[in-house]
């Protein structure tokens, strides 16, 4: 257990439709990444927020969207799914939002859009 | 923007036997971090070593080890005494230093698959 937590583990849903997908960091952990990994596009930084608010975007799509609350878990929602964001979608922690140090990763959430 | 480029898509080795993983990145800035991670089968991102730019010396952790080659732009892993239990996915990554201006994300390799042979 690396102590970052990612619920649900699967989710399977229709195109156009919407999910969330929720990350606790590890305790004391400020920062939430959020990253998609896929067949195509690889391993790729969709967003950052430190201490509930956005840090820095990466190649996130405007259909996407995340937050971070006050006790620091994170929701990452997507919208108007397409199959081609069919991917394992991860969360990752770190202490501050300058890490000096690797990411700790969550076991990723596997969202199947059909 | 950076890239980090893995040349090699899959590998395998023996058992007990040393390999080394490639990595080369493209980078205009002179302070970042590498890393290397392990995705078992389980899909599980593990982190396997660091490297600070600005450290001339090679990061090592037990049979981990890399060989950091700043100018080159090169950044390999090696793995000694091979076991089965190396067997998965391993990607480089690079990140930026927060002063450098650039992405605070990491930004991925495609990845080596690594197969351990008994």
């Known amino acids: 257990d690396s102590g970052v937590t990612q619920t649900p583990k699967h989710l399977i849903t229709a195109t156009g439709q919407r999910v969330t997908l929720r990350c606790s960091p590890r305790?004391?952990?400020?920062?939430v990444y959020w990253y998609q990994q896929s067949l195509d596009q690889g391993l790729q930084f969709l967003i950052q927020?430190?201490?509930?608010?956005?840090?820095a975007k990466g190649n996130i799509l405007e259909r996407f969207s995340a937050q971070q609350f006050p006790d620091l878990h994170s929701e990452l929602n997507l919208s108007s799914l397409e199959l081609g964001d069919s991917a394992l979608y991860f969360c990752a922690s770190s202490l501050g939002g300058a890490a000096n140090y690797g990411y700790t990763f969550g076991s990723g959430t596997r969202l199947t859009v059909v | 923007a950076q890239t980090v480029t893995q040349s090699q898509p899959e590998m395998s080795v023996q058992e007990a036997e040393t390999v080394t993983l490639s990595c080369t990145y493209d980078t205009s800035e002179s302070d970042y971090y590498l890393f290397w991670y392990k995705q078992p089968p389980s899909r599980q991102m593990i982190l396997v070593i660091r490297?600070?730019?600005?450290k001339q010396q090679n990061a090592t952790e037990n049979r981990f080890s890399v060989n950091f080659q700043k100018a080159a732009k090169s950044f390999s892993l090696k793995i000694s005494d091979s076991q089965l239990g190396d067997a998965a996915m391993y990607f480089c990554?690079?990140?930026?230093?927060?002063w450098g201006g650039g992405a605070d994300g990491l930004t991925f390799g495609k990845g080596t698959h690594l197969i351990i042979q008994p």
């Open positions: 490297q600070e730019a600005y």
């Open positions: 305790s004391g952990d400020l920062s």
């Open positions: 990554a690079y990140r930026s230093t927060p």
């Open positions: 927020y430190y201490n509930g608010e956005e840090r």
